[in-house]
Protein backbone atom coordinates (compact mmCIF):
# COMPACT_ATOMS: atom_id res chain seq x y z
CA UNK A 1 0.00 0.00 0.00
CA UNK A 2 1.05 3.43 -0.96
CA UNK A 3 1.15 5.57 2.15
CA UNK A 4 1.48 9.72 0.94
CA UNK A 5 -1.21 11.67 3.54
CA UNK A 6 -0.19 11.35 7.24
CA UNK A 7 -2.52 12.42 10.82
CA UNK A 8 -0.27 12.75 13.51
CA UNK A 9 -2.55 13.07 16.50
CA UNK A 10 -1.11 14.61 19.55
CA UNK A 11 0.78 17.94 19.15
CA UNK A 12 3.11 17.10 22.71
CA UNK A 13 7.23 16.61 22.31
CA UNK A 14 6.51 13.20 20.50
CA UNK A 15 3.53 14.32 17.94
CA UNK A 16 5.40 17.35 16.98
CA UNK A 17 8.61 15.60 16.25
CA UNK A 18 6.99 12.82 14.55
CA UNK A 19 5.29 15.44 12.27
CA UNK A 20 7.93 17.43 11.77
CA UNK A 21 10.57 14.38 10.74
CA UNK A 22 7.32 12.82 8.09
CA UNK A 23 7.06 16.38 6.59
CA UNK A 24 10.90 16.28 6.03
CA UNK A 25 11.02 13.53 4.40
CA UNK A 26 8.19 13.94 1.85
CA UNK A 27 4.80 13.12 3.61
CA UNK A 28 1.95 15.52 3.58
CA UNK A 29 1.36 15.77 7.40
CA UNK A 30 -1.54 17.15 8.88
CA UNK A 31 -0.98 17.85 12.91
CA UNK A 32 -3.84 17.21 14.93
CA UNK A 33 -4.20 18.42 18.65
CA UNK A 34 -7.91 19.05 20.93
CA UNK A 35 -5.54 22.12 22.49
CA UNK A 36 -5.18 25.14 20.54
CA UNK A 37 -2.02 26.17 22.81
CA UNK A 38 -0.57 23.06 22.42
CA UNK A 39 -0.31 22.99 18.42
CA UNK A 40 0.83 26.42 18.60
CA UNK A 41 3.61 25.28 20.91
CA UNK A 42 4.08 22.32 18.52
CA UNK A 43 4.27 24.23 15.62
CA UNK A 44 6.79 26.97 16.67
CA UNK A 45 8.97 24.03 18.30
CA UNK A 46 9.11 22.48 14.56
CA UNK A 47 10.10 26.03 12.69
CA UNK A 48 12.58 26.50 15.46
CA UNK A 49 14.60 23.07 14.97
CA UNK A 50 14.31 23.88 10.95
CA UNK A 51 15.91 27.35 11.63
CA UNK A 52 18.71 25.47 13.56
CA UNK A 53 18.68 23.36 11.15
CA UNK A 54 19.73 25.51 8.26
CA UNK A 55 21.78 27.83 10.37
CA UNK A 56 23.99 24.82 11.61
CA UNK A 57 24.62 23.98 7.94
CA UNK A 58 22.32 20.46 8.36
CA UNK A 59 19.55 21.40 5.49
CA UNK A 60 19.20 23.67 2.76
CA UNK A 61 16.59 26.50 3.20
CA UNK A 62 14.89 24.80 0.36
CA UNK A 63 14.25 22.05 2.35
CA UNK A 64 12.85 23.92 5.15
CA UNK A 65 10.58 25.40 3.05
CA UNK A 66 9.36 22.19 1.71
CA UNK A 67 8.75 20.84 5.45
CA UNK A 68 6.59 23.81 6.30
CA UNK A 69 4.89 23.29 3.24
CA UNK A 70 4.21 19.89 3.67
CA UNK A 71 2.51 20.29 7.35
CA UNK A 72 -0.77 21.51 8.37
CA UNK A 73 -2.54 22.15 11.68
CA UNK A 74 -5.77 21.12 12.92
CA UNK A 75 -7.78 20.83 15.73
CA UNK A 76 -10.52 18.59 13.69
CA UNK A 77 -9.83 15.07 14.01
CA UNK A 78 -12.19 14.57 10.96
CA UNK A 79 -9.51 15.57 8.87
CA UNK A 80 -8.24 12.30 9.33
CA UNK A 81 -10.78 11.29 6.63
CA UNK A 82 -8.48 11.04 3.70
CA UNK A 83 -4.77 9.46 5.56
CA UNK A 84 -3.53 6.82 4.77
CA UNK A 85 -1.78 6.48 8.15
CA UNK A 86 -2.06 7.95 11.33
CA UNK A 87 -0.13 7.89 13.99
CA UNK A 88 -1.49 8.64 17.56
CA UNK A 89 0.90 10.64 20.16
CA UNK A 90 -1.24 11.94 23.12
CA UNK A 91 -1.32 11.22 26.33
CA UNK A 92 0.26 7.38 27.77
CA UNK A 93 -3.23 6.26 29.15
CA UNK A 94 -5.50 3.49 28.08
CA UNK A 95 -8.80 4.96 28.01
CA UNK A 96 -8.03 8.22 26.53
CA UNK A 97 -6.15 5.77 23.45
CA UNK A 98 -8.82 3.62 22.86
CA UNK A 99 -11.48 6.13 22.37
CA UNK A 100 -9.64 8.03 19.79
CA UNK A 101 -8.75 4.73 17.85
CA UNK A 102 -12.43 4.20 17.89
CA UNK A 103 -13.01 7.35 16.71
CA UNK A 104 -10.59 7.22 13.99
CA UNK A 105 -11.89 3.94 13.16
CA UNK A 106 -14.85 5.68 11.86
CA UNK A 107 -13.06 8.78 10.18
CA UNK A 108 -10.00 7.02 8.28
CA UNK A 109 -10.39 5.26 5.20
CA UNK A 110 -11.01 1.87 5.23
CA UNK A 111 -7.30 1.29 3.84
CA UNK A 112 -5.52 3.22 6.57
CA UNK A 113 -3.46 1.54 8.92
CA UNK A 114 -3.36 3.19 12.51
CA UNK A 115 -0.27 3.85 14.43
CA UNK A 116 0.48 4.38 18.16
CA UNK A 117 3.39 5.82 19.70
CA UNK A 118 2.82 4.19 23.41
CA UNK A 119 5.55 3.39 25.29
CA UNK A 120 4.18 0.34 27.08
CA UNK A 121 0.68 0.01 26.74
CA UNK A 122 -0.85 -3.11 24.55
CA UNK A 123 -1.21 -2.65 20.89
CA UNK A 124 -3.08 -5.62 21.39
CA UNK A 125 -5.81 -3.75 23.55
CA UNK A 126 -5.96 -0.79 21.39
CA UNK A 127 -6.83 -2.76 17.77
CA UNK A 128 -9.13 -4.92 19.91
CA UNK A 129 -11.49 -1.53 20.00
CA UNK A 130 -11.72 -1.17 16.36
CA UNK A 131 -13.47 -3.01 13.47
CA UNK A 132 -10.08 -3.57 11.60
CA UNK A 133 -7.20 -4.62 14.21
CA UNK A 134 -4.77 -6.34 11.28
CA UNK A 135 -4.18 -2.60 10.45
CA UNK A 136 -3.55 -1.58 13.83
CA UNK A 137 0.17 -1.24 15.24
CA UNK A 138 2.68 -0.04 17.34
CA UNK A 139 5.25 2.50 16.32
CA UNK A 140 7.58 3.70 19.91
CA UNK A 141 9.46 6.79 18.26
CA UNK A 142 12.53 7.65 20.32
CA UNK A 143 12.68 11.44 22.28
CA UNK A 144 13.81 13.44 20.42
CA UNK A 145 12.12 12.27 17.47
CA UNK A 146 14.23 13.97 15.36
CA UNK A 147 17.56 13.04 16.46
CA UNK A 148 17.17 9.91 17.50
CA UNK A 149 17.26 6.88 15.01
CA UNK A 150 15.48 3.86 16.71
CA UNK A 151 11.62 2.90 15.82
CA UNK A 152 10.56 -0.04 17.61
CA UNK A 153 7.92 -1.44 15.21
CA UNK A 154 4.81 -3.65 17.99
CA UNK A 155 3.06 -6.34 16.42
CA UNK A 156 -0.11 -6.71 18.04
CA UNK A 157 -1.76 -10.44 18.23
CA UNK A 158 -3.83 -9.54 14.90
CA UNK A 159 -1.29 -7.17 12.74
CA UNK A 160 -0.92 -8.04 9.45
CA UNK A 161 1.87 -8.68 7.62
CA UNK A 162 1.03 -6.43 5.02
CA UNK A 163 0.25 -3.45 7.80
CA UNK A 164 3.83 -4.47 9.03
CA UNK A 165 5.65 -4.03 5.89
CA UNK A 166 4.22 -0.38 5.06
CA UNK A 167 5.13 0.68 8.52
CA UNK A 168 8.46 -0.66 8.06
CA UNK A 169 8.39 0.93 4.66
CA UNK A 170 7.75 4.56 6.12
CA UNK A 171 10.04 4.30 9.06
CA UNK A 172 12.86 3.81 6.35
CA UNK A 173 11.64 6.22 3.71
CA UNK A 174 12.22 8.37 7.26
CA UNK A 175 15.45 7.61 7.91
CA UNK A 176 14.96 5.51 10.67
CA UNK A 177 15.77 2.17 11.26
CA UNK A 178 13.29 -0.05 12.32
CA UNK A 179 13.00 -2.92 14.63
CA UNK A 180 10.37 -5.71 15.16
CA UNK A 181 8.98 -6.54 18.62
CA UNK A 182 6.20 -8.45 19.85
CA UNK A 183 3.70 -6.45 21.61
CA UNK A 184 4.47 -7.62 25.41
CA UNK A 185 4.95 -5.50 27.78
CA UNK A 186 7.23 -2.81 27.67
CA UNK A 187 8.37 -3.68 24.52
CA UNK A 188 12.42 -4.30 23.90
CA UNK A 189 13.63 -0.72 25.08
CA UNK A 190 11.54 -0.05 28.06
CA UNK A 191 11.57 -3.74 29.57
CA UNK A 192 15.38 -3.38 29.74
CA UNK A 193 15.68 0.36 30.45
CA UNK A 194 12.65 0.96 33.34
CA UNK A 195 14.60 -1.69 35.70
CA UNK A 196 17.96 -0.15 35.09
CA UNK A 197 16.44 2.73 35.93
CA UNK A 198 14.36 1.77 39.02
CA UNK A 199 17.45 -0.41 40.25
CA UNK A 200 18.97 3.09 40.53
CA UNK A 201 16.49 4.68 41.92
CA UNK A 202 16.97 1.99 44.93
CA UNK A 203 20.65 2.51 45.30
CA UNK A 204 19.91 5.96 45.89
CA UNK A 205 16.90 4.77 48.54
CA UNK A 206 19.00 2.48 49.85
CA UNK A 207 21.69 4.89 50.79
CA UNK A 208 24.74 3.48 48.45
CA UNK A 209 25.47 6.38 46.57
CA UNK A 210 24.51 10.32 45.61
CA UNK A 211 22.39 10.42 42.56
CA UNK A 212 25.68 12.67 41.00
CA UNK A 213 27.72 9.39 41.76
CA UNK A 214 25.67 6.76 40.58
CA UNK A 215 25.03 8.66 37.14
CA UNK A 216 28.90 9.07 37.37
CA UNK A 217 29.35 5.40 37.94
CA UNK A 218 27.21 4.53 34.80
CA UNK A 219 29.06 7.26 32.44
CA UNK A 220 32.42 6.58 32.77
CA UNK A 221 32.03 2.81 34.08
CA UNK A 222 29.72 1.84 31.42
CA UNK A 223 30.25 4.51 28.74
CA UNK A 224 25.99 5.61 29.19
CA UNK A 225 26.24 9.21 27.36
CA UNK A 226 23.30 9.98 30.19
CA UNK A 227 23.31 8.87 33.87
CA UNK A 228 20.03 7.00 34.46
CA UNK A 229 18.93 9.12 37.03
CA UNK A 230 19.43 12.35 34.87
CA UNK A 231 17.44 10.48 31.69
CA UNK A 232 14.49 9.12 34.68
CA UNK A 233 14.66 13.55 34.86
CA UNK A 234 14.08 13.95 31.56
CA UNK A 235 12.05 11.03 30.43
CA UNK A 236 9.74 12.88 33.31
CA UNK A 237 9.54 10.55 36.67
CA UNK A 238 5.27 10.04 36.23
CA UNK A 239 6.14 7.94 33.00
CA UNK A 240 8.62 6.11 34.42
CA UNK A 241 6.62 5.03 37.64
CA UNK A 242 3.97 4.50 34.99
CA UNK A 243 5.75 1.86 32.87
CA UNK A 244 7.00 0.36 35.76
CA UNK A 245 3.63 -0.22 36.75
CA UNK A 246 2.77 -1.49 33.50
CA UNK A 247 5.93 -4.10 33.59
CA UNK A 248 4.35 -4.80 37.60
CA UNK A 249 1.21 -5.61 36.65
CA UNK A 250 1.81 -7.11 32.97
CA UNK A 251 4.17 -9.85 34.16
CA UNK A 252 2.86 -10.21 37.57
CA UNK A 253 6.68 -10.28 38.79
CA UNK A 254 8.16 -8.81 41.73
CA UNK A 255 11.44 -7.87 40.30
CA UNK A 256 9.75 -5.29 38.74
CA UNK A 257 8.15 -3.52 41.60
CA UNK A 258 8.60 0.56 41.57
CA UNK A 259 11.07 2.03 43.93
CA UNK A 260 9.27 3.53 47.07
CA UNK A 261 11.29 6.61 46.55
CA UNK A 262 10.01 6.95 42.99
CA UNK A 263 6.78 6.83 44.14
CA UNK A 264 7.38 9.26 47.17
CA UNK A 265 9.22 11.69 44.05
CA UNK A 266 5.49 11.57 41.79
CA UNK A 267 3.56 11.87 45.17
CA UNK A 268 5.44 14.59 45.97
CA UNK A 269 5.35 16.79 42.08
CA UNK A 270 8.97 15.70 41.42
CA UNK A 271 8.65 14.73 38.16
CA UNK A 272 11.67 15.69 36.78
CA UNK A 273 13.07 18.74 34.31
CA UNK A 274 9.24 19.33 33.05
CA UNK A 275 8.00 20.51 37.04
CA UNK A 276 11.91 21.80 37.82
CA UNK A 277 12.57 18.95 40.42
CA UNK A 278 13.44 15.57 40.43
CA UNK A 279 16.90 13.61 41.03
CA UNK A 280 18.09 16.95 40.36
CA UNK A 281 17.07 20.66 40.39
CA UNK A 282 16.51 22.46 37.19
CA UNK A 283 15.72 26.21 35.89
CA UNK A 284 12.75 25.76 33.53
N1 LIG B 1 8.23 11.52 26.35
C1 LIG B 1 8.94 10.51 25.91
O1 LIG B 1 10.15 10.40 26.14
C2 LIG B 1 8.27 9.44 25.07
C3 LIG B 1 9.06 8.55 24.31
C4 LIG B 1 8.42 7.60 23.51
C5 LIG B 1 7.03 7.51 23.50
N2 LIG B 1 6.28 8.37 24.26
C6 LIG B 1 4.81 8.24 24.22
O2 LIG B 1 4.30 9.23 23.34
C7 LIG B 1 3.00 9.64 23.77
C8 LIG B 1 2.96 11.15 23.93
O3 LIG B 1 3.95 11.54 24.87
P1 LIG B 1 4.48 13.05 24.97
O4 LIG B 1 5.68 13.00 25.85
O5 LIG B 1 4.55 13.65 23.61
O6 LIG B 1 3.26 13.74 25.77
P2 LIG B 1 2.84 15.28 25.84
O7 LIG B 1 2.12 15.43 27.14
O8 LIG B 1 3.99 16.17 25.51
O9 LIG B 1 1.78 15.43 24.60
C9 LIG B 1 0.51 14.82 24.58
C10 LIG B 1 -0.41 15.69 23.73
O10 LIG B 1 -1.64 14.98 23.50
C11 LIG B 1 -2.68 15.91 23.46
N3 LIG B 1 -3.97 15.23 23.62
C12 LIG B 1 -4.50 14.70 24.74
N4 LIG B 1 -5.69 14.15 24.46
C13 LIG B 1 -5.90 14.32 23.12
C14 LIG B 1 -6.95 13.98 22.22
N5 LIG B 1 -8.03 13.33 22.66
N6 LIG B 1 -6.84 14.31 20.91
C15 LIG B 1 -5.75 14.98 20.46
N7 LIG B 1 -4.72 15.34 21.28
C16 LIG B 1 -4.81 15.01 22.58
C17 LIG B 1 -2.36 16.89 24.57
O11 LIG B 1 -3.04 18.13 24.39
C18 LIG B 1 -0.83 17.02 24.41
O12 LIG B 1 -0.50 18.10 23.56
C19 LIG B 1 2.70 8.84 25.04
O13 LIG B 1 1.98 7.68 24.71
C20 LIG B 1 4.10 8.47 25.53
O14 LIG B 1 4.13 7.33 26.33
C21 LIG B 1 6.87 9.34 25.03
Redesign the pocket.
Known amino acids: MSISKVMV???????AGIAQVCAQYGFTVKL????EE?IEK?KNGIEKRLVRAVEKGRIEEAEKEQTLGNLSYTTE?HDASDCDLVIE????NMD??T??FQTLDGIAPEHAILA??????PITEIAAVTERPSQVIGM????PVPVMKLVEIIRGLQTSNETYQSIKDVTEKICKSPVEVNDFPGFVSNRILMPMINEAIYTVYEGVASPDDVDTVMKLGMNHPMGPLTLAD???LD?CLYIMEVLYEGFGDSKYRPCPLLRKYVKAGWLGKKSGRGFYTYEN
Open positions: VGAGQMGNDIAAGIAVVEVKKISNTSSLHFMNFIGT
